[in-house]
């Protein structure tokens, strides 16, 4: 009886530890079918959108730690906008790493249904940030590899956007547009293309960094910082094949527009009217790869590129390019660039710059050049000297009161070959009045018979580090009556 009623009893605990545990496991199965089971497995090889349209049946996320939205599509994690339209200040989507924490909603936002998961952002839609005005900053992840058009146009507010990914190969059209108070940008060395007007409107961007160790950035589309008139500076890659139409249009401000490593420049192409109307410019050095008479290879300059350019003193060739339009003497490449002193062309090129006009100033100073050694240890020799664009005797007899520059972009003069200014039909030898050299000049040596036969030339000063005089360098200079050796403090 008591053995009974002992087993009974056994019996009856048993049972309901077995109800207990029948329980819990089904609230636990219940738990997982709601933030397990639910989850969907994600498809792979879609291709991805990158307006802002929400693919059908993609899975939508809200951003935890942020107020941001997206879905996920494939593979491809997509930010779509603000979550809380009255957002304002600095947005920083994920923390150092990139994570984000995301809620993910596989029946639609509001769905009830959700589960958690670390999410990293691939892709920026379309318009997500489109006239956003409240936006002070923005710091996206490193692992975006997309950015929609028109990303974050009208971002009044943006002071400052982050960077610092090596996949994102494309800045689509418009993506910075009219971001009025952005002030400067870095362009990651994987960019390829920027692309039409991404930039267009930033009134107050100073600076645009484009990395050029190992660049790739091949194309600046039309317009793509037109109208930045407080940018200063922009050194392109080598890499850059084309600057396309109204580039740089407007930039009132840009006194300095170089090439890294020129010497192995792709230019290949300068769209129309690319740097007009940037007054404060005040040298530059088209370094073309091709020359424009190659029958098979050539490259091209646009019309009205330079229009404008009042500040422009110096301009340099590597190769002369062809223009694009059908009348290539009608080319206005440079017209009212007023202030320009010296064009600097590689002597082999000499031949093809007589071919064309490209609107440049009749009374601008002519030196052929040859660049000596590579990068930075580039030095310049000057082979012959035109005082005027028609390459003949056309300059008024003694009219030319010639400073030879200290340098040119960051090339330093060191020689003036033999006969640069005697015979070879050279006007200056007819032209010059006077001769003189920019203060700390690198000319070290004057060639044999340089200066010969300038009848009108009167008055010489040589620079203090010159060591070497050439033969009858001022021979048969009649009318030479003042030289004077300047030396060093």
Not at 30 to 59: C, H, M, R, S
Not at 161 to 171: D, H, S, V
Not at 406 to 430: E, M, V, W
């Amino acid at each position: 009886m008591d053995n009974r009623t002992n087993n009974t009893g056994k019996s009856g605990n048993c049972s309901a530890a077995q109800a207990i545990a029948f329980a819990v496991a089904f609230i636990v199965c219940l738990f997982l079918t709601v933030f397990t089971a639910a989850k969907p497995a994600l498809a792979t090889g879609q291709e991805v959108p990158i307006q802002n349209q929400k693919p059908d049946g993609a899975v939508e996320w809200v951003g935890a730690s942020c107020p941001v939205y997206g879905w996920i599509d494939g593979d491809d994690v997509v930010l779509a906008g603000l979550l809380d339209p009255d957002f304002s200040g600095d947005l920083i989507i994920g923390d150092n790493s990139g994570n984000l924490e995301a809620y993910i909603y596989p029946g639609g936002l509001g769905s009830g249904e959700y589960y958690g998961e670390t999410i990293q952002v691939t892709t920026i839609a379309g318009d997500a940030f489109l006239d956003q005005t409240t936006i002070t900053s923005i710091k996206i992840p490193d692992y975006v590899t997309r950015i929609g058009v028109s990303a974050f146009r009208g971002c009044t507010a943006l002071e400052e956007f982050t960077f610092n990914g090596e996949q994102l190969q494309f800045i689509p059209d418009e993506c910075f547009k009219d971001c009025g108070e952005l002030t400067s940008i870095t362009i990651p060395s994987s960019v390829v293309e920027i692309g039409t007007s991404a930039f267009a409107n930033c009134a107050k961007l100073t600076t645009a960094r484009i990395l050029s160790d190992d660049a790739h950035l091949r194309y600046i589309g039309r317009g793509a910082f037109e109208n930045c008139s407080a940018l200063k500076e922009i050194t392109f890659p080598y890499t850059v094949n084309y600057i396309l139409d109204r580039a740089f249009k407007g930039c009132s401000s840009l006194s300095s527009a170089t090439f890294y490593l020129a010497d192995i420049s792709n230019l290949n192409r300068i769209g129309d009217e690319a740097f007009m109307g940037c007054s404060s410019l005040k040298e530059m050095e088209l370094p073309f790869h091709y020359a424009g008479t190659d029958p098979d290879h050539y490259s091209l300059i646009g019309d009205h590129v330079f229009y404008g350019c009042t500040s422009l003193e110096k301009l340099g060739f590597r190769n002369i390019p062809r223009p694009t339009n059908d009348d290539p003497r009608q080319n206005d490449c440079f017209s009212q660039c007023t202030n320009l002193k010296f064009v600097i062309v590689v002597v082999d090129s000499f031949d093809d710059l007589t071919n064309y006009s490209f609107g440049l100033p009749v009374d601008a100073t002519y030196l052929l050049v040859d660049y000596i050694g590579s990068g930075d240890n580039t030095t310049l020799e000057i082979w012959k000297i035109y005082t005027d664009a028609n390459f003949g005797n056309s300059t008024p007899n003694g009219s030319v009161d010639l400073v030879i520059p200290k340098s040119f972009i960051n090339y330093n003069f060191t020689k003036i070959k033999a006969d640069a200014a005697h015979l070879s039909n050279t006007n200056a030898q007819f032209g010059l009045k006077s001769l003189s050299f920019e203060e700390g000049s690198q000319i070290t040596e004057i060639g044999t018979r340089a200066f010969s036969t300038c009848g009108y030339l009167e008055s010489v000063t040589i620079p203090p580090m010159v060591t070497t005089l050439g033969d009858s360098v001022f021979s048969n200079c009649s009318r030479l009556a003042s030289v004077t050796f300047q030396t060093t403090n």
